[in-house]
């Protein structure tokens, strides 16, 4: 599958915020996909994560309870909604697939997204 990420830009500490991330192939209900992000000067870090069915999904523990993954496979959608933003979300995000049924390691996922920008001013 191909991916593209759209849906990031300024927004201030404690806003919320909504990524997407669209796919083009027929099979990605059969893909897991995760998000994840890089800032500045750092290595890219996982942040969520959905099962191919959406049934199953998992977070990094500096997001748990503000953002929530999701996905529409009638639509090849991924949707990250991102809330109570902090400046240290400030980041590039990235949407990954794989055909694992739920991965969480940058290097279990094979398709990536171009990346979008998040910056989240305090």
């Known amino acids: 599958v191909q991916l593209q990420a759209s849906g990031g830009g300024l927004v201030q500490a404690g806003g919320p915020l909504r990524l997407s991330c669209a796919a083009s192939g027929r099979t990605f209900s059969r893909h897991a996909i995760g998000w994840f992000r890089q800032a500045p000067g750092k290595e890219r870090e996982f942040v969520a994560a959905?099962?191919?069915?959406?049934?199953?999904?998992h977070y990094a523990d500096s997001v748990k309870g503000r953002f929530t993954i999701s996905r529409d496979n009638a639509k090849s959608m991924v949707s990250l909604q991102m809330n109570s933003l902090k400046p240290e979300d400030t980041a590039v995000y990235y949407c990954a697939a794989t055909t694992l049924v739920l991965a969480i390691k940058a290097t279990d996922f094979g398709s990536w997204g171009q990346g979008t920008l998040v910056t989240v001013s305090s």
């Open positions: 959905i099962s191919w069915s959406g049934g199953s999904t």
